[in-house]
């Protein structure tokens, strides 16, 4: 099926217009100490290349029996989405080869399937078709198989959504087709924003990120990040962090990544974004380089987003409790 057909389908099945997805926080609030549970692979953490889909799966369960402290992998899936339901991935292909891993996208499909969302009714996603296909992910807007496509292939709501000062116009996959988000960015380097992981991720959603760079994104990444649909529609961040980048990000250097063999989950988006700052800037120490504030970028948006205006989440490390696995 076509971008054309596609878009024609979905606007009979729908009545005619894509008919807006209820905007209600249907899962609870963020305790007062947020888990972050890093969930790693010794193979991973030794040389890149060893991810295969077993280990993939193995990871993913590991930290997800973690977080929700349950006996078995589907009780923790439960208490992410319900049978039923349309759910996004949002991926990060903006990198192409350094792309979130199509093994991680494939082991969470197989694990929301198993919880009740039916294969078809789960939609990788990203800004661009051409993006997603630079990532190794093959465009589908067909009824078998996950569906793959971009923001280009469906467009944009046409109302604006504004918090402070953002205001964009937000991708209609948000607004009018899935109903949860999963979040699955990449651990990076970003040479304007300090690091691009959970709460950057989400610039992918927006018609005009370009406008959102000055003084390190502060506040424009907390300020889009309380936009209605994506506030709403973020359920679970799972970070792709077996291979992390430590400079030059976001575009795709080899020479600056390193293996660092985990998965980080969490739904702390802020908490999740403060743990993957300090472990870029540990492994730029370590490789001998200035700290992101010595040179001039760093990540100060993560605190915006934790004060009282933004609420999205905590930055105090007294209040992060990360869990290794």
């Known amino acids: 099926m076509d971008r054309r057909n596609f878009i024609q389908k979905t606007a009979a099945f729908t009545g005619g217009l894509l008919v807006p997805k209820l905007l209600t ?24 290349g060893t991810v295969d889909s077993d280990s993939m799966l193995k990871v993913l369960d590991k930290a997800i029996q973690t977080y929700f402290q349950v006996d078995h992998v589907r009780q923790g899936w439960s208490k992410i989405v319900r049978p039923g339901e349309v759910i996004g991935l949002k991926v990060n292909c903006l990198s192409g080869h350094g792309a979130t891993h199509t093994l991680l996208v494939q082991a969470v499909a197989e694990r929301l399937q198993q919880a009740g969302i039916k ?22 807007y067909g009824k078998k198989g996950l569906r793959v496509f971009g923001n280009d292939a469906i467009g944009f709501d046409p109302y604006l959504q504004t918090f402070g000062q953002a205001s964009s116009l937000v991708t209609k996959i948000l607004t009018r087709v899935v109903d949860g988000v999963i979040n699955l960015p ?3 380097d970003h040479s304007i924003a300090g690091i691009t992981m959970s709460l950057k ?33 973020v359920r679970f961040t799972i970070c792709d962090a077996a291979q992390a980048q ?3 990000g976001p575009s795709f250097m080899p020479q600056w990544r390193w293996p ?41 948006y993560i605190s915006t987003a934790a004060d009282a205006s933004h609420a999205l989440g905590t930055n105090d490390p007294q209040r ?6």
């Not at 927006?206 to 959102?212: A, H, T």
């Not at 992060?320 to 696995?325: E, F, G, L, S």
């Open 25 to 48: 926080a249907s899962f609870p609030a963020l305790p007062a100490k947020s888990r972050i549970v890093i969930s790693h692979n010794a193979s991973w953490s030794r040389s890149v």
């Open 119 to 140: 294969e078809n009714d789960i939609i990788v996603w990203d800004r661009l078709n051409s993006d997603l296909e630079d990532g190794g992910f093959r465009i589908n």
């Open 186 to 188: 990449l651990l990076k």
């Open 201 to 233: 991720n989400l610039f992918g959603a927006i018609n005009n990120p370009n406008k959102y760079h000055l003084n390190t994104g502060d506040p424009y990444i907390a300020d889009v990040n309380r936009l209605p649909a994506i506030y709403h529609k």
């Open 246 to 248: 430590y400079h030059g």
């Open 260 to 300: 660092f063999g985990a998965l980080i989950v969490g739904r702390d988006r802020v908490a999740m974004d403060y743990t993957g700052w300090k472990i870029i800037e540990q492994k730029r120490a370590k490789m001998g380089f200035k700290s992101l504030k010595e040179e001039g970028r760093e990540p100060t």
């Open 320 to 325: 992060i409790d990360v869990i290794r696995v």
